[in-house]
């Protein structure tokens, strides 16, 4: 129906902004949230992408904002270079490979995640001053957005593998990634498996 396929579609927001908030929510874990809220009124995947104007914009925030978000930060120095800035975030928008990307790692017997390395978000999409993301458990889940062409992400992890009880010549399961998403080229929700 027209509405399902409203829902699927993907709404990019762009924000224009010298990244001083200096009414009202001023603090990013405040403002996060609220951001949130208002996306998951358009009851549709949306992506935030922020253009920091000026030197003296704070870089932090408007990251921070386009990092929970899904989207992307675009440093733009002075007038020059508005367009170029635009461009590139409409140029990327038109070559998205793959939409609602959908991770989940899960342990083989013996083995359990202890943390994802190198993460800049928490469980409410507030980044952290510590990059590691605790996770004591056999199986990790993440909604990872979307993802353009030539674009490549990293998700290390740290495992902690018991011992075996006897040598054994047997290959043995430790982890297994699932990948799932709308493929954009194809037109098909596809999950990879390794």
Known sequence: SSSDSERKA???????????????????????????????????????????????????????????????YYYVENEEN???????????????????LHIKLETGPGVQIKKILGSSLNKTN??????????NSKIYERELGDIYSEEERNIVCLLEISKMEMASTESREILICELSGFDVLKGVKTIINS
Do not use: W
């Not at 010298?18 to 990013?28: I, R, V």
């Not at 508005?82 to 609602?100: K, M, P, R, T, Y």
């Not at 507030?126 to 990059?131: D, L």
């Open 126 to 135: 507030i980044k952290s001053q510590n990059k590691d993301f605790e996770v």
């Open 10 to 72: 993907v709404t990019s927001i762009l924000l224009f902004t010298d990244g001083q908030a200096n009414q009202g929510l001023t603090k990013l874990e405040e403002i996060i949230p609220e951001m949130n809220n208002r996306r998951n009124q358009l009851n549709r995947v949306s992506n935030v992408f922020c253009f920091g104007y000026g030197s003296d914009h704070t870089v932090e925030m408007l990251k921070g904002l386009s990092d929970s978000a899904g989207g992307m």
């Open 82 to 100: 508005i367009a170029s800035a635009f461009g590139d975030c409409i140029g990327g928008l038109l070559s998205v490979a793959a939409q609602n």
